[in-house]
DNA sequence: CTGAAAGCGCTAACAG
DNA sequence: CTGTTAGCGCTTTCAG
């Protein structure tokens, strides 16, 4: 792997100095007609190509950005990483992601990465702490966080509407005759998880309908297993719901799953919504009647105001429209 | 956004140099233990994080690593990607990802990032042209290829043997007394495609069945849709296959789908059997027969390639084990 | 329009 | 054990 050619090195090829080549290369100031083409073909010959620690030092910025992911397998955050890209791509900048399942507490990452100088800034799609010290800091650094916020923390977020969500994920149900409805819930360590929680409260109160904390479960993970474990327990109740919302589609599954197991039909016996609308959603016989988010835009607008924010702007938040997507399990 | 402290900043307040502050941050050489202690208290008032583009191009090493997914949201590449983070975070590498369906040519992304000096090295996952120019120069810079590759390009991969595993899964049907079987392959632009594809003929062969081109099918894409369109066009031959060899599990499931539509029950009428054991086959109903990759121990071992070529040496490919995995689609 | 020169923040000899 | 110093490769005034 022989050392790459530098600038200098260009610019002793072309008779120049390599300020006249930094000039080229990024279009930055006019040059000459004909030097500027001896430098680019000086710049060919030699296979230049400028290095990338060298400018991020001399410009202070890395034109990285860090994306922060729960988990990478997941396929809802996947898309809305896909989303991310396909603006921040075309800006110029490089994702560095972060799974943050695994290691240590997913700010410190970030805001090392920050701190370095490694990223210009980042999206968070994790879970952030209600901490006062650590949101105070964040205040003033480029940071959006995205799906996954604190309502009052003052930090731009990009998201849906998860309370009014959930509203009418129950209120579907409701419409269809059900009264005894369960609700299977993810982790309540997610801010998203409590809104929809609330969401499915709030739609029962307002039918009249008395929430008994046996209807509610929260599954341990948010992966198929899961929702089955949870589904079982709803199983188990003396009298068990007659439909069930589930706070995402991959525990919608594994409850029909182990409503099935059980002898139960879908949705006859009992009905079930999900939440997300992953493309698997549509594919899973019952198809899943559920809550689409719109992925990708959740990831394009996250990163317009992150990019917004690095240009010295102060973007407001932005609720992005959810739908509901009826189809055969409900 | 005030700007952070340099190490300059730390060495007067600790009134030491530079070297030393150096010297402890890295713990490099040894430091008298009351200096150290003044040092570390000047970093922790001053909140000093070492500045990742200086040192990376002090060090000429970025600690980046680069990762060419051909699709994010396909969770085959997102577990290889897991796979690929577990140990390179251990190293103390961060990933730097790029989508390979939208934009450039992948290669040229990745040279470009190489030559850039903004990553150290590259994982691919993507298509590879079959240039030689490009493998030629390919040859000396810290480049690996996971599952997708070229037998003789002399580029170290990891892999599994996917003819084999097209062989056992074929073989699989076979014995269960199937004669007329067909295949839904994807793009034979990707190696493995082709792979497969031979694969499934060497094993009609060996079988004494003569591989006819009306049972070969190439899917448009490998999401579910194309697989039922590919299985579309397999149910209206005049003489319809009994069983399907479907080389992954999302045209599989498609398949299935259109199977199902047509009123031909799985697999009864009809066995498939697909590709990967991705987590959703397991949950899929009928539960799919399909041939498991290790995709977390690829990108694993992918990663433990790299990270020794980056040392210097030069590991030798590894064809990792398949497993046919059988369950209720055949 | 072009060049000289001063850094950006850090590491790594080389002395001492 | 610690300081001095010379870069690493590039951008950006400041002169001319």
């Not at 509203?167 to 409701?174: E, T």
Request: net charge neutral.
């Amino acid at each position: 792997m022989k050392s790459r050619p530098s600038i200098n090195a260009v610019a002793e090829r072309a008779g120049v100095s390599i300020a006249t080549v930094s000039r080229v290369v990024n279009k930055s100031k006019p040059v000459n007609e004909p030097t500027r083409r001896r430098v680019e073909q000086a710049i060919a010959e030699l296979g230049f190509r400028t290095n990338a620690a060298g400018r991020s030092l001399a410009m202070a910025q890395s034109h990285l950005l860090l994306v922060l992911v729960p988990d990478f397998s997941n396929p809802f955050y996947a898309q809305i990483v896909q989303g991310v890209e396909s603006v921040t791509r075309a800006a110029g900048y490089k994702l560095v992601l972060a799974d943050t399942t695994e290691g240590d507490a997913p700010q410190s990452t970030a805001l090392d990465a920050l701190y370095n100088r490694l990223a210009d800034g980042v999206i968070n799609l994790a879970h952030l702490d209600d901490d006062a010290a650590l949101l105070g800091e964040l205040q003033n650094l480029a940071w959006v966080n995205c799906s996954e916020f604190l309502p009052d923390a003052g930090l731009p977020y990009v998201s849906i509407d998860h309370r009014q969500a959930a509203i009418d994920a129950v209120q579907y149900l409701l419409n269809r005759g059900h009264r005894r409805i369960g609700l299977i819930n993810a982790d309540e360590t997610y801010r998203w998880a409590r809104s929809r929680h609330e969401g499915y409260e709030l739609a029962m109160r307002r039918a009249g309908l008395e929430v008994t904390p046996d209807l509610v479960r929260v599954a341990a993970s948010t992966d198929y297993e899961a929702g089955a474990q949870a589904a079982g327990g709803l199983l188990a109740l003396v009298d068990p719901p007659t439909a069930v919302f589930a706070v995402s589609d991959t525990l919608a599954i594994g409850a029909i799953k182990a409503f099935r197991r059980a002898g139960r039909r879908v949705p006859e016996d009992i009905a079930v919504v999900g939440f997300d609308d992953l493309p698997l959603s549509a594919v899973f016989e019952p198809a899943l009647t559920t809550i689409g988010q719109p992925m990708r835009e959740l990831g394009a607008t996250a990163a317009e105001i992150l990019l917004a924010r690095l240009q010295g702007q102060r973007p407001a938040s932005r609720t992005l429209a959810h739908r509901l997507v009826v189809r055969d399990s409900a």
